[in-house]
């Protein structure tokens, strides 16, 4: 596919683990451990189509809601997805992770993993991959007003110097392209809290496929939704 007509940024909500489960007559963390491998083999299908960034929703800030065991089933995997990128380190040396969401409520050994995966891939230029924890759009957007407020008290910055792109420098996401592209599958019609900012001219490509059957061929069927579609941002004329 042409550069160009390739999306630079794809977020993906890994939906539908649990009817993949019970489809199956297994447990719902049998959902997710098929997720995590799905998440580990659409990072290289990316990688190989030149994607540059990925972000992920892994958990949301409701998701606490959820059973005490399917919680910490979630919270396993992505231990266990962070051990295993550090320890893989030749295998991993194009990808440059990042946690975004708030991770002060997380184990304590997680954040340690979370902080040493981040520091050792940090200078990794294939692809970016942002994978969403403790994540939710409306608790981004309020802990970055709170840095900004606590600026222009500080007299660091004014009132009048506030813009969009102030605001985007505050979030999680602070230098990185919105994403072109935003894939839901499982059926599912809504963003639920996930980059509600920078998804502000994000093309949305919703499919019938559960997040742990999702692979190559799905990925390539999206981007090939996404390069028919005509981008014009407010615009009269296609960008
Ligand atoms: C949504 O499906 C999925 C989640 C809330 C968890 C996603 C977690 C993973 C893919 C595994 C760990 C992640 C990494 C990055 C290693 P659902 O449970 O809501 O499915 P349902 O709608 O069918 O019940």
New binding site residues.
Partial sequence: MEEKSLPKHIGII???????A?KRGLP?TA???A??K???EIIKHCHERKIRYLT?????TE?WK?PKEEVDA?MK??G??LDEAFQHEEENKEVCVKIIGNVKPLALELQEKIRRLEEQTAENRGITVN?ALNYGGRDELVHGVKTLVQQIKDGELSVEDLDEERISRSLYTAGQPDPDLIIRP?G?LRLSNFLIWQAAYSEFVFMDV??PDFGAKELDQALEQYAGRSRRFGDVTAK
Avoid: C, P, Q, T
């Avoid at 890994?14 to 993949?20: F, H, Q």
């Avoid at 992920?56 to 949301?60: D, R």
């Fill in positions: 890994m939906d539908g683990n649990g009817r993949w019970k719902r959902g997710h451990k997720g995590a799905a998440f580990r992920v929703y892994a958990f949301s998701n959820r979630i995997l992505l266990e997805y994978i499982s599912e559960l997040w």
